[in-house]
């Protein structure tokens, strides 16, 4: 597998939790959206009018695995209840997903 095809993989899983992470909070903005080297990805999702935050902490060989389609992210997504996952993690604290 070419380097060019991971790159496209990696982005299509990032845009799949993009969009799962804005459907899922409604009224919140993504606020956050980077990469930390190729360690991990963050997302913080922030209701601007309360201040309330949510983040996320995605493992990068989640995203670059390439047995992870942007489907089987959206299925694990959905099934693990990330984004409630991250909303019970203590205030001021993130939800760590993928194996660490």
């Known amino acids: ?18 969009e799962y992470l804005l459907g899922q909070f409604k009224g919140f903005e993504l606020t956050k959206d980077r990469s930390d080297g190729s360690l991990y990805h963050w997302f913080t999702m922030t209701d601007t009018k309360s201040g309330t935050q949510y983040t996320l902490k995605v493992l990068c060989l989640k995203l670059s695995d390439r047995d992870k389609s942007p489907e089987k992210i959206k299925r694990q997504l959905d099934i693990e209840e990330v984004a409630n996952k991250m909303r019970a993690a203590p205030k001021g604290k993130y939800f760590r997903w993928g194996n660490f």
């Open 1 to 18: 597998m070419s380097n060019e095809e991971e790159k496209i993989r990696i982005e299509q899983n990032l845009q799949v939790i993009r």
